[in-house]
């Protein structure tokens, strides 16, 4: 049975593969970055020279854009861990609720006051909340999957960028 507890479990360790997994990407992303500035080797060919250049700093720029959309989509996961978490306990709150007696007092904790609430309302906003918890949830994971697309396209681009650079690079070495 896949328990609440189980479930948290398994969030953390999806929030650490992802953070290594990030820190792989920003790594080489980093390691690209360090190659554009390496400073290029002395040609016949000048022309040649200034367009190695330019597509060293392209190159560059697109591994800066790379890097940023990893961070947002480092910044999604995390929100979308809090909002799962947040999920949990809302839906546990919901259960306990359902539990109760109509008669039962249930109050509610504003600032340093608990006050008293009735049960049709309290499960009437944990409802709200879950909805509006699952709704974000939604958004959140939209917005990731664009993200990461993004990200794909880049990566790409970044490759064919590369593979331009060293054909460049070949072609001088040859001449």
């Not at 920003?26 to 080797?41: G, N």
């Not at 880049?154 to 590369?162: C, G, S, T």
């Amino acid at each position: 049975m896949f328990t609440f507890t189980n479930r948290i479990q398994f969030m953390s360790s999806l929030h650490w593969m992802m953070i290594y997994g990030l820190y792989y990407i920003q790594f080489t992303v980093y390691v690209i970055v360090m190659l554009c500035q390496l400073p290029p080797k002395k040609v016949r060919n000048t022309m040649s020279s200034s367009n190695l250049r330019d597509l060293q700093r392209e190159l560059e720029n697109k591994a800066n854009d790379l890097s940023k959309l990893q961070k947002e989509i480092a910044k999604n996961h995390q929100m979308r861990k809090k909002y799962t978490l947040q999920l949990g306990e809302n839906e546990l709150v919901l259960k306990e609720l359902d539990l109760l007696k109509d008669d039962t007092n249930v109050y509610k904790l504003i600032g340093p006051v608990l006050v008293k609430q009735d049960l049709a309302e309290a499960n009437a906003n944990v409802r709200k909340r879950i909805e509006y918890i699952s709704a974000e949830l939604k958004r959140l994971d939209a917005t990731v999957q664009d993200l990461e697309e993004k990200q794909n396209s880049k990566k790409d681009a970044i490759l064919k960028l590369q593979q331009r650079i060293q054909s460049l690079q070949a072609g001088k070495g040859k001449a």
